[in-house]
């Protein structure tokens, strides 16, 4: 509180008025209201009316301006809200004005911490959808024509996020978010729109301009990697030519643009993420690299005895080295346990099928090993997981990987177990035949898969 006489010079301050302004009662009293108050526009930074003037004039309670910021003693600058009051004596005569303020730079960080998350995307830090529709409207101008708009989506999130977790595709959209931000230009606006669909807006950019922004975009991203996943994007744009062209019309080319070259962009980026899930998991588990590549062999000398065709041979030989993909979602804790699982790990683990269906069905050239390897638990007689197939139903290929999985299993040496002997193994599969493995199988596993006995 400040309060002045009818000259407006300071007769009384208050302690939270002398630590606001930094001038104490003794120096500041007699002195003019506007030399130690002095208060301008937070956004203009010019001088705000004096409110004391304000209130004496007008003879009544007058508020400050909004955006006023108080210039203290030693030249710092603090938000205020405050009141001006004209003082009377007892005959109703004006004798001077009190001021009453306070600080609201508290207040002010929120409301500016309210107005940056109605704007802008929490994860990224772009601006978000609902600041893309007010900022379209706002830049469809005559002005800013030729106006491009660019759609931006990234290639192989879910994949991303089903492999190696929603904290690697956070940080994989992250990384999208500041190759845009710093190839684009400051006057163009980029927007997170989807959760992995971006848009850049172009004003005043024609479509060879643009073309040169995605290129560099596009050579940005090729030096990108987060946790040996390579990013890829597909990018479709569009250019308004004309105030005659509808806005609405230039983003559904942009984003028919964006899709068509996404058909081909995004395949070529999953068979790339698809060898860089089994590199991961293999480097990190040693054991696992070794198991899937004797399973791929046994599966193709499986698949050789039964006289299958060369392509299907090679399907299974694929398939067998595959089939434990989805492991790399499955904590290493767990997979490198030297003992029994827990029921609750068990049930972890059982999960990989599913997992691995989802990594290989995300990319067509994998399709149909998707399918196999989400039936490489599957029993003979219906009792396996995750869907209870049974008999033929089971893919022939699923039920050779099965076969394979199991002996490899029984002869390869554990931490927690010794290795079967490869007549041990052929008569655990033999005691199974019927139950858990197809019939067929076994036998042609136990006649004529070794030249020399547990050699594959």
């Given at each position: 509180m400040i309060s002045t006489d009818q000259n407006e010079n300071i007769v009384l301050m208050n302690t939270v008025s002398e630590e606001l302004t930094g001038w104490k009662q003794e120096e500041a009293s007699g002195k003019p209201?506007?030399?130690?108050?002095k208060i301008i526009n937070e956004y203009t930074r010019e001088k705000c009316v004096n409110p004391v003037t304000k209130a004496l004039q007008l003879k009544k309670v007058v508020s400050l301006e909004n955006h006023a910021v108080l210039i203290t003693k030693n030249g710092d600058g603090i938000p205020i809200e405050d009141r001006a009051s004209p003082i009377t004596d007892m005959n109703g005569n004006i004798i001077g004005a009190v001021l009453v303020f306070r600080d609201v730079t508290d207040q002010k960080e929120k409301q500016k911490k309210i107005e940056y998350l109605s704007y802008h995307d929490q994860l990224t830090g772009?601006?978000?959808?609902?600041f893309f529709a007010e900022e379209i409207k706002r830049l469809d101008v005559d002005r800013n024509l030729p106006f491009t708009i660019a759609m931006v989506d990234v290639n192989g999130l879910k994949l991303t996020n089903d492999a190696f977790g929603h904290e690697v595709g956070d940080l994989l959209l992250q990384s999208v978010a500041k190759v845009l931000k710093s190839e684009c230009r400051a006057e163009d606006i980029v927007s997170r729109i989807g959760g992995d669909e971006f848009v850049i807006l172009l004003p005043r950019t024609s479509s060879v301009e643009a073309e040169l922004i995605i290129k560099r975009i596009y050579k940005a991203m090729e030096l990108q990697k987060v946790d040996?996943?390579?990013i890829s994007v597909s990018i479709g744009w569009e250019t308004k030519e004309s105030s005659h062209d509808d806005i609405r019309e230039v983003f559904a080319k942009a984003e028919d643009f964006m899709y068509r070259k996404k058909i081909t962009e995004s395949q070529s980026m999953r068979n790339q993420t698809i060898k860089v899930i089994m590199h991961t998991l293999h480097e990190a588990n040693a054991r696992e690299k070794i198991h899937s590549e004797r399973v791929s062999k046994?599966?193709?000398k499986i698949g050789e005895a039964m006289k299958l065709d060369n392509e299907v041979i090679k399907e299974l030989e694929l398939a067998g080295l595959m089939h434990d993909i989805g492991k790399i979602a499955i904590n290493n804790d767990i997979l490198n346990k030297p003992g029994k699982l827990t029921e609750a790990e068990y049930e972890e683990v059982k999960k990989h099928p599913e997992i691995s269906y989802h990594i290989l069905k995300s990319a067509d050239v994998y399709t149909r090993l998707a399918e196999y390897v989400l039936s490489h638990h599957e029993r003979w007689d219906?009792?396996?997981y995750p869907r209870g197939l049974s008999?033929?139903?089971i893919p022939l290929v699923s039920r050779i990987i099965t076969v394979a999985d199991a002996y490899e299993a029984m002869t390869a040496i554990r931490t927690y177990k010794g290795a079967f002997s490869?007549?041990?193994?052929?008569e655990e599969l033999?005691?199974?035949?019927g139950t858990q493995f197809d019939p067929e199988i076994v036998h042609a596993c136990q006649k004529y898969c070794w030249t020399r006995k547990g050699e594959f």
């Amino acid at each position: 509180m400040i309060s002045t006489d009818q000259n407006e010079n300071i007769v009384l301050m208050n302690t939270v008025s002398e630590e606001l302004t930094g001038w104490k009662q003794e120096e500041a009293s007699g002195k003019p209201f506007e030399e130690v108050f002095k208060i301008i526009n937070e956004y203009t930074r010019e001088k705000c009316v004096n409110p004391v003037t304000k209130a004496l004039q007008l003879k009544k309670v007058v508020s400050l301006e909004n955006h006023a910021v108080l210039i203290t003693k030693n030249g710092d600058g603090i938000p205020i809200e405050d009141r001006a009051s004209p003082i009377t004596d007892m005959n109703g005569n004006i004798i001077g004005a009190v001021l009453v303020f306070r600080d609201v730079t508290d207040q002010k960080e929120k409301q500016k911490k309210i107005e940056y998350l109605s704007y802008h995307d929490q994860l990224t830090g772009l601006f978000n959808r609902h600041f893309f529709a007010e900022e379209i409207k706002r830049l469809d101008v005559d002005r800013n024509l030729p106006f491009t708009i660019a759609m931006v989506d990234v290639n192989g999130l879910k994949l991303t996020n089903d492999a190696f977790g929603h904290e690697v595709g956070d940080l994989l959209l992250q990384s999208v978010a500041k190759v845009l931000k710093s190839e684009c230009r400051a006057e163009d606006i980029v927007s997170r729109i989807g959760g992995d669909e971006f848009v850049i807006l172009l004003p005043r950019t024609s479509s060879v301009e643009a073309e040169l922004i995605i290129k560099r975009i596009y050579k940005a991203m090729e030096l990108q990697k987060v946790d040996n996943v390579v990013i890829s994007v597909s990018i479709g744009w569009e250019t308004k030519e004309s105030s005659h062209d509808d806005i609405r019309e230039v983003f559904a080319k942009a984003e028919d643009f964006m899709y068509r070259k996404k058909i081909t962009e995004s395949q070529s980026m999953r068979n790339q993420t698809i060898k860089v899930i089994m590199h991961t998991l293999h480097e990190a588990n040693a054991r696992e690299k070794i198991h899937s590549e004797r399973v791929s062999k046994l599966c193709r000398k499986i698949g050789e005895a039964m006289k299958l065709d060369n392509e299907v041979i090679k399907e299974l030989e694929l398939a067998g080295l595959m089939h434990d993909i989805g492991k790399i979602a499955i904590n290493n804790d767990i997979l490198n346990k030297p003992g029994k699982l827990t029921e609750a790990e068990y049930e972890e683990v059982k999960k990989h099928p599913e997992i691995s269906y989802h990594i290989l069905k995300s990319a067509d050239v994998y399709t149909r090993l998707a399918e196999y390897v989400l039936s490489h638990h599957e029993r003979w007689d219906g009792k396996g997981y995750p869907r209870g197939l049974s008999g033929e139903d089971i893919p022939l290929v699923s039920r050779i990987i099965t076969v394979a999985d199991a002996y490899e299993a029984m002869t390869a040496i554990r931490t927690y177990k010794g290795a079967f002997s490869h007549e041990q193994a052929i008569e655990e599969l033999k005691r199974c035949s019927g139950t858990q493995f197809d019939p067929e199988i076994v036998h042609a596993c136990q006649k004529y898969c070794w030249t020399r006995k547990g050699e594959f």
